[in-house]
């Protein structure tokens, strides 16, 4: 059997003594699927931030991990903001998915959010490498 690897992909190591045990192929099959889902967005954690607007403080605002909000007067300030710490745009399929799910949340509170929700203009997400704290 011959494996073709996307060009896309980045390469994971894998155990080269794998290929010399009984039940090689299904070990180095399986090794293979474990680093390919953990490259995978779909499978593999991310954090995600958003931007929105319609805000006193700012016309726009950044949501990040761990609570943090950041305001500012123009667009481009926040997208560069959050594009500098390694966040991209969602896939517009995911980021409907994101946006969906979040204005339903908000929808599902009785009364109503406590607080400005805003507009909810675009979803970006990162890989979460390892532990931060």
Do not use: C
Not at 95 to 107: F, P, S
Request: no cysteine; aromatic share 10%; glycine share 6%.
């Amino acid at each position: 059997n011959i494996v073709v690897m996307d060009p896309t992909r980045e390469l994971a190591l894998i155990d080269p003594g794998a290929r010399n045990m009984p039940d090689a192929n299904e070990r180095f099959a399986s090794q293979v699927l474990v680093a390919s889902n953990a490259m995978d967005p779909k499978t593999a954690p991310v954090s995600i931030a958003t931007i929105s607007s319609g805000f006193e403080k700012g016309d726009f605002l950044v949501r990040e991990e761990k609570g943090q909000r950041v305001y500012f007067d123009f667009f481009e300030e926040a997208f560069n903001y959050i594009a500098y710490k390694g966040y991209i745009r969602m896939a517009k399929e995911d980021e409907h998915e994101w946006m969906d799910t979040m204005n339903n949340v908000h929808a599902s509170v009785k009364g109503g959010m406590k607080y400005n929700t805003g507009k909810l203009l675009m979803v970006l997400s990162r890989p979460i490498e390892g532990e931060k704290e």
